[in-house]
């Protein structure tokens, strides 16, 4: 791991290119910020608790017909065969995982309240709701011993790290919880995962004397395999079975203490229920389908195991008989609420009053979200505490939905895409009360009419997370975020691919309309040199989907992206880099050491796009990016949100990056994509540019005799959020600050600028701080560059050249020193590309020195 003086410098580097101070304040933070875990994003949404209009974690009662379980963030209970649901808290945070003590006298769950996640104890009979820690960590899954004289748990008080704890409780009070989980560094080389070992989902034995538990000791991929312990702190333990799981096996222990059900998609691109025996062997199937099946629980009697399914879409709580695997759906058609609600009605429309998709947030006073019953609620990753106590939540609507909601102030924000103002409302929602509300939605620009068709590059439709969705959900996000494109990237999650039975050879999916354009292309991950967009393969996807995973049959570092680029062009493909760089590289460092393949690739002519603006550090990017123009490379820029759209906590909509392509009136994708490799481009989360120089748009070229020229540089924005800068870039450096208007939303205004050398120049906005409803770090944009050549000599930098000359240095050492390679010839193979572009670097810094 680098140093932190280390990083430090490199942040600098990044925010010197853009004449910024070093001393940015913080805004955005990660949700549940004390987990010291690697890729938040993917726990986050796979194994904590999530905010979803459907049920999620259940438990049962004593009495076996009865489950307690977690709705919209609270916690319901209801029988079977009802279809009445009764409320058991309201308030207070956002209440997950219950389970119900063996005397059906208490519930342990866990409450999010914002800034950690605590346990907390219910008492059915009266309601009281009772802590049970304080430690402001992040504590889950709690499960009373089959005596109901403890409680085993997950939780990060440790180091940030998953550790499994014991906590006695007698007469509704907790005593101090124990840790009986060793922390051990792994040492091994884990991308996904800390180096640490972890423990996850504590099942008891029915004699309360064992634990079964969640752990990736001794493994890289994946979070592990089944582990049987004694309920004490030891170190001693014994793995039973062994698969991946990522997060969700959720293993139950029958009553009897013979079988095991978990969750788990071996052979399979989803999630179903297994079930095994309590010492391992060959677990057996017990449901099957094209969705997910997870967080099983048996029944006290073993009778019926209920569990979480999303076969609808949405989350659905389902009880499955056994033997004979009947199954009924549990469905709460009436509420019974312990707190005073209302109805609250949101309709959208235009100007003219056409109804309109849309995205809607609706909050209350304390911070938390509500959606309608059957929505897709979805969370925000990250938020600003000095603004909100909890992260945004929001839903889509067809035009019209209605919500129940608590009683009080509401405050309503809807958007639609980047084209149309912000419209917030406030309202008060009285109880047993139904308001309704409709909003206007007011167009800013109409980029399209002027041929102008916006694009998400980088959009993943399942991907281990909550929900299930299809196409059709996924063009319905499309049309509420006003985007046109989206290029729906087939991936896999370890070694699952759950999007590949979509792949139609590069033809728009059946869903797609005049307007809305859904088409499966393919990410390509590999661990090492960079992940990348595979854009309108026509004949297959390139598998294995990965490379330089350690200890699997693709450890070695071939093919390298090189290598795939040429497979995917041969198929018609246009290929870039996604979600570059959280941080300027630095190519001196030599404990780190850059790994990217980037330069490789753009010197050997392989690169169609950049994603700019993306899940990633733009400023960053952007100054990698410079770079590479000033050495005379042609890059387009493209966005790409990387958006899980089946997740409930995800890193923005889709859309929320955007490409926009100057392709034409009429929407057609190898048009589309043709004027992306052109360079037609304009990146953004936000602010919507336009670049005239000379009458050129971005991509084309400007030639120029020998000797000092002016240019003509017409600039304008419009932006649904205020912007901080708006500027024109040069090889690199701002030479114009846009004058902008009051509000600083928008900016029109011609320019001069003076050429007296080849080089690009682009126009960017940009701000130091995120700026709601925008849910990315903070606002920025770039056009593609309009380049500008003088006498017909190509542009050259000294300093830029050496910079990758020692870029590529790194990658060569690093490939020289990999023990994966399957063949010399592999190695040999990529150590020339690596030459070959090392030469390239080489002969544009000659060529300066010789012009010098």
């Not at 042609?634 to 997740?647: E, H, K, L, V």
């Not at 029109?748 to 940009?766: F, Q």
Request: charged share 20%; hydrophobic share 40%.
């Amino acid at each position: 791991m680098a140093s932190k003086e280390y990083l430090v410098r490199r942040t600098l580097l990044a925010l010197l290119a853009f004449g910024t101070s070093a001393s940015l304040p913080a805004q955005r933070e990660a949700v549940l910020k004390q987990i010291n875990v690697p890729h938040p994003y993917y726990f986050r949404e796979m194994y904590l608790p999530q905010l979803t209009t459907g049920p999620s974690g259940a438990a049962w009662m004593p009495d076996n017909a009865t489950l307690v379980y977690s709705m919209r963030g609270s916690l319901w209970k209801q029988a079977l065969g009802s279809t009445i649901a009764t409320q058991l808290t309201a308030g207070g945070g956002y209440d997950y995982q219950p389970d119900v003590s063996p005397d059906g006298k208490w519930v342990a769950f866990d409450r999010y309240d914002g800034n950690a996640v605590e346990l907390e104890l219910l008492e059915i009979a009266t309601g009281k709701v009772i802590p049970l820690t304080s430690n402001h960590a992040v504590n889950l899954e709690p499960r009373w011993s089959p005596d109901g004289a403890r409680l085993a748990f997950v939780s990060t008080q440790f180091e940030g790290r998953w550790h499994v704890y014991t906590m006695d409780v007698r007469d509704g009070r907790g005593a101090e919880p124990k840790r009986i989980t060793t922390d051990r560094d792994s040492k091994l080389p884990r991308y996904y995962y800390s180096v640490y070992d972890h423990y996850l989902s504590p099942t008891w034995s029915p004699d309360g004397k064992e634990l079964i538990v969640i752990s990736n000791r001794g493994e890289i991929w994946g979070t592990g395999g089944f582990w049987r312990m004694k309920a004490e702190p030891s170190d001693s333990m014994r793995m039973i079975h062994f698969e991946e799981t990522t997060w969700k096996a959720r293993p139950d222990w029958s009553p009897d203490g013979k079988r095991i059900v978990f969750s788990s998609y071996v052979g399979t691109q989803f999630n179903q229920l297994w079930l095994m025996t309590s010492d391992g062997g060959v677990p057996l199937e017990l449901t099957y389908g094209a969705f997910d099946a997870t967080s099983p629980r048996w029944s006290r009697d073993a009778r019926h195991i209920a569990y979480i399914s999303n076969e609808g879409g949405n989350t659905a709580l389902w009880a499955l008989d056994m033997p004979g695997a009947a199954k009924r759906k549990v469905e709460a058609k009436t509420m019974k609420f312990i707190e005073p609600v209302g109805s609250l009605t949101v309709s959208v429309t235009d100007d003219a009053g056409r109804v309109l998709d849309a995205r809607v947030s609706v909050t209350g006073p304390d911070g938390r979200s509500w959606a309608p019953p059957t929505a897709l609620m979805h969370a925000d990753d990250a938020f600003d505490r000095s603004e909100r106590h909890f992260e945004v939540g929001y839903y889509h609507t067809s035009g019209s939905s209605t919500l129940t909601v608590p009683t009080g102030a509401m405050t309503i924000e809807v958007t639609r895409g980047l084209e149309y103002a912000v419209e917030t409302r406030a309202v008060q929602v009285s109880a047993k009360g139904a308001k309704t509300v409709h909003v206007v939605m007011h167009r800013l620009v109409n980029l399209p009419a002027e041929g102008w068709m916006s694009g998400d590059l980088h959009v993943h439709m399942n991907y281990g997370g909550n929900y299930r969705t299809a196409p059709t959900q996924l063009a319905f996000m499309a049309r509420a975020e006003d985007l046109h494109v989206v290029e729906e990237l087939i991936v896999n999650k370890e070694q699952r691919v759950p999007d590949i039975s979509y792949f139609a050879n590069g033809v728009p999916d059946k869903v797609s309309t005049p307007s809305t354009l859904i088409v499966h292309g393919q990410e390509f991950h590999t661990s090492y040199w960079g992940h990348s967009g595979l854009l309108g393969l026509t004949k297959n996807i390139i598998l294995p989907g990965y490379a330089a995973y350690a200890n699997t049959p693709a450890g070695s570092l071939y093919p390298a992206n090189a290598n795939v680029f040429d497979l995917a062009h041969a198929q018609g493909a246009i290929t870039g880099y996604v979600h570059p760089y959280d941080e300027m590289p630095d190519p001196e460092d030599t404990i780190s050491r850059v790994k990217s393949e980037l330069p490789v690739d753009v010197a050997l002519g392989k690169v169609d796009y950049m994603e700019i603006v993306a899940f990633a550090d733009h400023r960053s990017t952007a100054a990698v990016w410079y770079r590479l123009l000033n050495c005379g490379f042609r890059i387009p820029a493209g966005a790409g949100t990387d958006a899980m759209t089946n997740f409930a906590s995800l890193r923005g909509p889709v859309g929320m990056n955007r490409v926009y392509v100057h392709s034409g009136a009429k929407l057609d994708h190898a048009r589309w994509m043709r004027a992306i490799k052109g360079g037609k481009t304009f990146a953004t989360n936000g602010p919507l540019l336009s670049l005239i120089v000379n009458g050129k748009e971005p991509g084309d070229e400007i030639p120029f005799t020998l000797g000092t020229h002016t240019i003509s540089v017409r600039a304008s924005m419009h932006s649904i959020v205020p912007v901080e800068h708006l500027e024109l870039v040069q090889n690199g450096r701002v030479v114009a600050t846009i004058p902008m208007s009051a509000e600083h939303k928008s900016a029109s205004a011609t320019v001069s600028v003076p050429v007296d050398k080849s080089g690009w120049i682009t126009l960017r906005a940009w701000s130091e701080h995120a700026s709601p409803p925008i849910l990315d770090i903070y606002p920025f944009a770039t056009t593609s560059p309009v380049y500008l050549t003088v006498a017909g000599i190509p542009p050259r930098s000294p300093d830029d050249a050496r910079f990758f000359i020692d870029w590529v240095d790194r990658l060569r050492e690093g490939a020289e020193r990999h023990q994966g390679w399957n063949s010399a010839a592999e190695k040999a193979a990529v150590l020339d590309l690596i030459s070959r572009a090392r030469a390239e670097y080489e002969k544009r810094a000659l060529e300066i020195a010789v012009s010098r």
